[in-house]
């Protein structure tokens, strides 16, 4: 579990989009799972749920740089 816990701590928006995207694609498919979709549609949908997940991890990062340059230096 060590490496798998390293890589989180380093890569923390990449490891939140993975866990965010397969979140919602798990929802999309429990609430679209009886409208009858064709196998390109449900491909399409679940490439656009992963790349909002993405967007949406992207904007919440944007706060996390502002945090940043706010810390005062301690010496």
Same mark, same amino acid.
């Given at each position: 579990? @060590?490496?798998?816990?390293?890589?989180?701590?380093?890569?923390?928006?990449?490891?939140?989009?993975?866990?965010?995207? %397969?979140?919602?694609?798990?929802?999309?498919?429990?609430?679209?799972?009886?409208? @009858?979709?064709?196998?390109?549609?449900?491909?399409? %949908?679940?490439?656009?749920? $992963?790349?909002?997940?993405?967007?949406? $991890?992207?904007? $919440?990062?944007? @706060?996390?740089?502002?945090?940043?340059?706010?810390?005062?230096?301690?010496?």
């Amino acid at each position: 579990m @060590g490496p798998v816990k390293s890589w989180i701590s380093s890569h923390p928006n990449l490891a939140a989009w993975i866990v965010l995207a %397969l979140g919602m694609v798990a929802i999309l498919a429990w609430e679209a799972r009886d409208v @009858g979709l064709a196998a390109m549609q449900w491909f399409w %949908l679940v490439v656009i749920t $992963i790349l909002v997940a993405g967007a949406c $991890i992207w904007i $919440i990062s944007w @706060g996390d740089e502002d945090e940043e340059e706010e810390k005062p230096e301690q010496s």
